[in-house]
């Protein structure tokens, strides 16, 4: 069973940074894509930054030239560089990953989505 664990987040200042990792871990998988997401309550989930391993990386665009995301397929990981970061910026932040997994030879390979467990993200300001 895969698993996504997520590291990083806590309190910043505006302003400041903050960096978010996400492991993802058990058994044969190769990852597809992963991105990160954030919500806030009473909002619905949105997407920060996602990306395809491949050199492919899509923005919100109120995060755009401030937000990093970079993914090693290597280490089945990926990670978001925040600076510059601002109180509306304040929300839990989610890793997502969409993964192949059923690589033995006695599986059947299926494409599944997987999220972590969240991590708080507060900016003081």
């Known amino acids: 069973q895969v698993h996504l664990v997520e590291s990083g987040g806590g309190l910043a200042q505006a302003g400041g940074s903050l960096r978010l990792s996400c492991e993802a871990s058990?058994?044969?998988?190769?990852?597809?894509?992963m991105a990160w997401y954030r919500q806030t309550p009473g909002k619905q989930r949105e997407l920060v930054a996602k990306?395809?391993?491949?050199?492919?990386?899509n923005y919100a665009d109120d995060v755009k030239g401030r937000f990093t995301i970079s993914m090693d397929k290597d280490k089945n990981s990926v990670d978001l560089q925040m600076n510059n970061l601002k109180s509306e910026d304040t929300a839990v932040y989610y890793c997502?990953?969409?993964?192949?997994?059923?690589?033995?030879?006695?599986?059947?390979?299926?494409?599944?989505?997987?999220w972590g467990q969240g991590t708080q993200v507060t900016v003081s300001s």
């Open positions: 990306s395809t391993g491949g050199g492919v990386t």
């Open positions: 058990g058994g044969r998988f190769m990852i597809n894509t």
């Open positions: 997502h990953a969409v993964i192949l997994v059923g690589l033995g030879y006695d599986e059947e390979a299926a494409l599944n989505t997987y």
